[in-house]
């Protein structure tokens, strides 16, 4: 599903975030990316999902070299992805069933399919009672269920996250990761980046530990090395 092949990202400022980072990811798997504040968690996240391009190295997603995917062709590649941030990016001038349905709308989705697909969405994070809600008035962990929501709403191949536990207590923090691991056993790769090593050890999932940009831990049953 994800293989990086060699990849080094530096930014204009000269700041190298990953350097000579080669790793597996198979389909089907569920995985967590660990490591300090500006280990690489984030640029690496990002490089899958195409916000950042990396400055040597090939990437592939199911098979497709992103190197080669031109800028107008990202969307296309996008519609395969969900991402959940630590900051759910909701549109609080609009209700919940609308945030969620948004990645639906711009794909121009009739409004029938719209409906049954956001309702479904709604239904797997436990919110489906919240569909009229303004996001003000929910809970941060409300919040985030909603975020994930969106992300899946499209039925994505792979779910990318980032801190999306940052800002939750642990209870919430664990009925998070157990609604990943639903998607999971469902089929879908899931990917998530979190400093929360306690949770991790709990969920029971592998993990592989970055630190200036490097791998220096590789508990993933996958070949992930700096060679």
Not at 39 to 54: C, D, H, N, Q, Y
Not at 73 to 94: A, T
Not at 150 to 179: C, F, V, W, Y
């Amino acid at each position: 599903m994800i293989h990086f092949d060699n990849i080094c990202k530096r930014y204009p400022s000269g700041y190298d975030a990953l350097n000579r980072i080669n790793l597996r990811l198979h389909k089907g798997q569920m995985a967590f990316l660990t490591g300090h504040s500006g280990a690489g968690k984030s640029t690496l996240l990002k490089l899958i999902a195409m916000i950042e391009r990396p400055t040597r190295g090939q990437i592939f997603l199911d098979g497709v070299n992103l190197n080669n995917i031109s800028n107008r062709k990202i969307p296309y590649i996008r519609r395969n992805i969900g991402i959940i941030f630590q900051n759910h990016h909701l549109l609080y001038d609009r209700p919940v069933f609308d945030n969620v349905a948004m990645p639906l709308i711009i794909q121009g989705y009739r409004r029938q399919e719209i409906r049954k697909r956001v309702r479904a969405a709604l239904n797997q994070v436990g919110l489906l009672s919240k569909e009229k809600s303004d996001p003000i008035t929910l809970s941060g962990g409300e919040q985030q269920r909603v975020g994930i929501a969106r992300a899946i709403i499209h039925k994505p191949l792979l779910l990318l996250a980032d801190e999306p536990t940052g800002n939750l207590d642990p209870e919430l923090s664990l009925e998070i990761m157990q609604l990943f691991a639903r998607f999971n056993q469902v089929g879908t790769t899931v990917l998530i980046a979190s400093h929360d090593l306690d949770l991790i050890k709990h969920t029971g999932f592998p993990s592989i530990s970055l630190q200036d940009g490097q791998v220096a831990h590789n508990g993933l049953p996958f070949t992930v090395s700096n060679n």
